[in-house]
Each structure stands twice: as C-alpha cells, then as structure tokens.
C-alpha cells in the first residue's frame, strides 16, 4: 500500500534562517505531488505541484521554492524565512488525476519566531 | 475563478443525531469533482467523499453522503448517527477542471459533538 511520510512534525525557526520540509512517497512510482499551507483557521492554499522529477509548478510567488530530486520525493525550501511563513505545512500525493483523492501527509507545524 | 464557500464557521450536533455541513461552489467547468476531508485536531487530511460533476447518483461512504444539487452548485455534507470521533474540520474541495488533481478548498467547518 500507498504511504506519504513528511518529516519534521514541528519546527521552530528564526526569522532570517533557511528551512527545509521533506516528503517521501512510498509504494508507487510517477505520483503527482503537492505542497500545501494551512494558515491557522484557515482553508489550505496550494504553493507547489510536480508531475514529475525535476518539474515543479508555483502557484503563489513567495520566497518558498520546490524541488523533486527523486521520483517519489519532494522538498520545500526557504533561504530566508519571513514571520508570514508560520503555518501548518502538508505534502500530498496522488497517481490518478481524474477523480481519485489526493492523500496527504500528517503535515509540519512551522513557527518562525 | 473557481471557489468554494463553506458558510458555517462552526457547528453543534448532538451525539447520534444528523448533521448538514454546507458547501456551495462556483465554476465555469462543466466537468470538476467535489470532495470532502475531515481534519482532526492532530492535523492530518482524511480524505471522506467524492462526488463527480457528471454522477446522476449522490455519493455516500458510510455514515457520510453527499448531498449533490448540481443546479443550486451546493454539495452539503451529510453525517448519520454522529459519533463523538466526529469532532474536527471539515473542508469542501473542488478539482478544477478535468486531467488535473490541483484542489481549492474552503475555509472550513468546525463540528463539534457533545453526549
């Protein structure tokens, strides 16, 4: 079976510092991956999308970037975080773009202080 | 531009009793899919239900239905016999557009249900 594995589950970081979210798929090959951000209280905004490796599409310009080194991983970064950045941070996965869900990991608290 | 609109910040519902989360959705698309994810409070995206633009039947996984009116553009949740593991968001979702899985979601509904 299918499982999506993001790592870590909190982080607090200073203002000014890089960052580093990573997400592992396993037990699929070619998925489409996605990141997205939870501001508190709010509905999930969509940052980035690959549909395949090396390919990456942002939806919202920011100072995150997005990178699909492997197949089946995929990492969000920063250089320089901003105070705007806390949020709750979720990668999700999918293989069949018609009509299946998309299934997410158990996401990242960020707290940039 | 496709939205979708979640009205009920929060909502009561007593223990085995039913509850409706609204959910109303504005697109041009005429082939899109709608879909419905619970989020307890330790975060994680529990995917629920899915309904297709183009499916004559209302969906239903269990307790959950879906109560699709493509005129009204609402898909409306449906929880039977709420259980107090029922308690967390709830977001509508859409697909937009058809060969793509890229979803928008609503702003969500907090439910909560009490013995």
């Known amino acids: 079976s299918q499982t999506i594995h993001q790592w870590p589950a909190t982080l607090v970081q200073p203002v000014g510092s890089p960052l580093s979210l990573e997400c592992t798929v396993e037990g699929t090959s070619n998925p489409n991956l996605y990141w997205y951000r939870q501001a508190a209280g709010r509905g999930l905004q969509l940052l980035f999308y690959s549909v395949g490796i090396g390919q990456i599409s942002s939806e919202v310009p920011q100072n995150l970037s997005a990178s699909r080194p492997q197949d089946r991983q995929f990492i969000l970064s920063s250089k320089k975080l901003l105070l705007s950045d806390s949020g709750f941070y979720l990668c999700a996965w999918s293989y069949d773009p018609s009509n299946s869900p998309l299934h997410f990991g158990n996401g990242t608290r960020l707290t940039v202080t | 531009a496709q939205k979708i609109t979640q009205t009920q910040p929060g909502m009561f519902v007593q223990e085995k009793e039913a509850v409706t989360l609204d959910c109303t959705y504005d697109t041009s698309d005429q082939s899109y899919g709608l879909f419905w994810y619970k989020q307890p409070s330790s975060g994680e995206m529990i995917f629920l239900i899915y309904?297709?633009?183009?499916?004559?039947q209302n969906a239903t996984e269990g307790r959950y239905s879906l109560n699709f009116q493509k005129a009204r553009k609402s898909a409306n949740l449906v929880i039977s016999a709420s259980q107090l593991g029922d308690s967390a968001m709830y977001f509508c979702a859409m697909r937009e557009g058809y060969n793509t899985d890229k979803l928008i979601f609503g702003t969500g509904t907090r439910l909560q249900v009490f013995p």
């Open positions: 309904q297709g633009s183009y499916d004559e």
